[in-house]
């Protein structure tokens, strides 16, 4: 299997081959075979990616790393590049989590699908993201990573503006495609600096040369210096180091992949796809890639504390924004777009405080719980014939009682309610915030920010649930209410156990009841080197506490947030449980919900100040000076030339053969008397 761990993301791309060439072929009774193709390629991924990560768990500790060359890619002189994946403890997560709940997602998809028009085409785009995403993690350069980065940004495109008739969703996938492209200016420009300095895109080698401070050439300088030297050098912008700049440039594409202050605004917008496309790209995989790409360069970013810290504040930000935003929407999936932006501001604000690993934990149980959540909003909206607004619903735990109880699941594991897995990530995460060695009042303050975003998230997430299941029915005379077929539940039943198991294998030292520190374990070798910078480098200011007093610390800690979290839920159900006692506050707080309703007018000031100006000047220079003056003026005139030439070569060309003989005598002599003239 060690040799074959290439065919873990090029199973999934059969399925495209035949989706894509086949589809039109199947009709309405047969095209479900193009389906279960899909669900077959992804389970085959899925099961092949369980072995390897056997075999790879077999291996010594700190020698956990495979790595197959399957092709070389680029030859250039001495410049090599190969097609190259590598499989180390962190890939492994990845790639379990992409394809296994990939996988359910496309069962899932059988039934929630299975009357739409696009039905191959849409499982096409699926396996083309499932084969973009394993790429992206399995790649073994920064190169292969980028293709992949670029492939799910691509399949991003594509499954936003699935429904070619809705003009909201076509929007939403431009959007998405343009907002990317932003971030994806920084990795690009981190790639050149990355390249420049160690002259090489390899993980493993950049990785090596930073640990053993390798002497490098770099050609901006000339001479020969050990990386840490060259990394360290300031740079003319602002007079930050070399360092800084180049993770600053990648976590600009992380913020925009991962939706995070100031690109995250896409993400609300891509909810116009279809629901699976919410919860396979938009919840549980494609947006935790920036996550990924930060955990992969860890080694980087701790050389960096300057661009951690502003990878803290904006995780940290973009938590309490998006919770903010999400107490007042009212689109079933929009108020789980938002808390998506939320918890992946956690995950970051997780690494910016250098827990790397706990942010890869939250990033797996919140897979599990935010996928089930996604499609739960699915089974609903399916039930209730395509009703999203929750004002609409109401009372539907008894007619729904199988999505209703999965909801509650997941919901009580994004609240962080203890036994179920988001309590364990989750106050991990603000425990690492509170005692980062990054200072003191630093990791307080973002500890106070982090807990009240959780308070929020607990709010909102059970507003959602009374809104939806609780009271009196408030749909149409016309809508019935049904439970969604086994296809779709049973994905539900799965997920909503490993949101309630998912989290026990990485219980904090602190957690009284079963110590498990096996996640952390595994990734341990991953980020140690990163942790060890960290936390010797000079501009870091470590505030050490005992051993035992920083596990009773971190206890009170913990408990305090799960009081903070039933706070949230106590507070939900005073004004949303079977009442009507929220429209007396909000009609008294009305300017404030009209703000976050409006989600703080952030559309409308980047359509004020980027959108249309950028039409204004794309309108005004770029098509009538630079395109029609300059470059049709240009081609114009050169035309005009030709065709002025061409009149007066024309008036030589008469037909009449007197002529012709006339300038051939009229030749010879010339060329007579310029050879008796010049004596040749």
């Known amino acids: 299997m060690k040799q074959y761990i290439w065919l873990i993301p090029l199973i999934p791309l059969l399925g495209v081959i035949f989706n894509g060439l086949f589809g039109r072929a199947f009709d309405k009774s047969t095209r479900s075979v193009g389906g279960l193709f899909a669900c077959g390629t992804v389970l085959a991924s899925f099961l092949m990616s369980l072995k390897a990560v056997v075999e790879l768990s077999q291996m010594p500790e700190g020698a956990r790393l495979i790595v197959n060359r399957v092709f070389p890619w680029i030859v250039a002189g001495n410049f090599e590049v190969w097609f190259s ?21 496309h069962v899932y998809s059988l039934g929630y699908m299975s009357h739409d028009e696009g039905y191959t085409r849409f499982f096409a785009y699926l396996n083309l993201f499932m084969f973009s995403m394993l790429t992206l993690v399995l790649a073994d350069s920064f190169l292969l990573l980028f293709v992949g980065w670029e492939l799910v940004g691509l399949c991003s495109y594509l499954l936003i503006g699935f429904w070619l008739h ?4 076509a929007n939403a996938g431009k959007k998405a495609f343009i907002v990317n492209r932003v971030g994806d200016f920084g990795v690009l420009c981190a790639m050149f600096a ?40 300031a740079t003319p912008l602002f007079g930050i180091t070399l360092i800084t700049v180049i993770c600053l440039a990648l976590f600009l594409g992380a913020t925009g992949k991962s939706a995070q202050i100031p690109l995250y605004v896409w993400l609300p917008d891509a909810m116009e796809g279809p629901t699976p496309v919410s919860a396979l790209i938009h919840a549980a995989t494609m947006v935790t890639a920036g996550v990924y790409m930060v955990c992969r360069t860890s080694v980087l970013f701790a050389l960096a504390p300057q661009a951690l810290m502003v990878v803290a504040i904006v995780g940290c930000a973009t938590a309490i924004f998006s919770a903010t935003i999400g107490v007042a929407q009212y689109d079933i999936k929009r108020v789980l777009a938002y808390s998506t932006v939320s918890q ?13 690993a706990v942010a890869v934990f939250h990033l797996a149980t919140h897979a599990f719980f935010k996928a089930l959540l996604f499609l739960g909003s699915g089974s609903v909206i399916h039930g209730m014939h395509e009703e999203q607004d929750m004002r609409h619903m109401g009372g539907l735990a008894g007619k729904m009682k ?27 995460i603000l425990w690492k915030a509170f005692s980062t060695p990054l200072g003191e009042q630093f990791g307080r303050t973002l500890w106070m920010v982090g807990t009240a ?56 030292p602190a957690w009284p009841v079963w110590q498990n520190h096996s996640f952390y374990e595994w990734l341990h ?18 505030h050490h506490i005992d051993h035992h007093a920083a596990h009773a610390l971190e206890t009170q800690l913990m408990w ?34 009209f703000v976050l309703n409006r989600k703080y007018f952030v559309d409308e000031i980047y359509t004020w100040t980027i959108v249309e100006p950028g039409k204004w000047f794309s309108s005004l220079f770029l098509w009538k000076i630079a395109d029609a003056g300059i470059i049709d003026g240009f081609v114009n005139a050169l035309a005009g030339l030709t065709g002025a030439v061409g009149g007066v070569v024309r008036r030589i060309q008469t037909g009449v053969v007197l002529n012709y003989a006339l300038v051939f005598v009229l030749g010879v002599i010339a060329i007579l008397y310029f050879v008796v003239w010049s004596g040749v």
């Open 560 to 593: 305090g947030s799960v009081v903070v979290a039933l706070a949230g839920i106590a507070i939900a159900t005073v004004f949303y449980f079977r009442t009507n006692r929220h429209e007396a506050v909000r009609r008294i707080l009305a300017p404030v919900h």
């Open 453 to 508: 975003a959780a308070f929020l998230t607990a709010f909102y997430m059970f507003r959602l649930i009374y809104m939806t299941f609780s009271g009196k029915p408030r749909w149409h005379e016309h809508t019935h209410p049904h439970e969604s077929p086994l296809s779709m539940t049973g994905p539900l039943m799965i997920l909503a156990l490993f949101s309630i198991i998912g989290g026990w294998i990485g219980t904090p």
């Open 166 to 169: 809705k003009d909201s969703a």
């Open 344 to 356: 992946l501001g956690f995950m970051f604000l997780a690494c910016g405080v250098g827990a790397y």
């Open 525 to 542: 070798p991953m980020f140690s080197q990163a942790e060890h910078i960290l936390t010797t480098m000079s501009l870091a200011h470590p």
């Open 194 to 233: 990355i390249f420049g300095v160690f002259g090489t895109l390899d993980f493993q080698k950049i990785i090596a040369m930073v640990e053993h401070n390798a002497t490098v050439t770099p050609w901006f300088l000339g001479k020969a210096l050990p990386v840490l030297d060259v990394l360290h050098t």
């Open 402 to 428: 199988i999505t209703f109880a999965t909801m509650l699941i997941g919901t009580l594991a994004i609240a962080g309610i203890p036994f179920f897995a988001g309590f364990f990530s989750k106050d991990e």
């Open 85 to 105: 994946v590598a499989l180390d403890p962190l890939s492994a997560v990845m790639i379990l989590v992409v394809t296994g709940v990939g996988f359910l997602i």
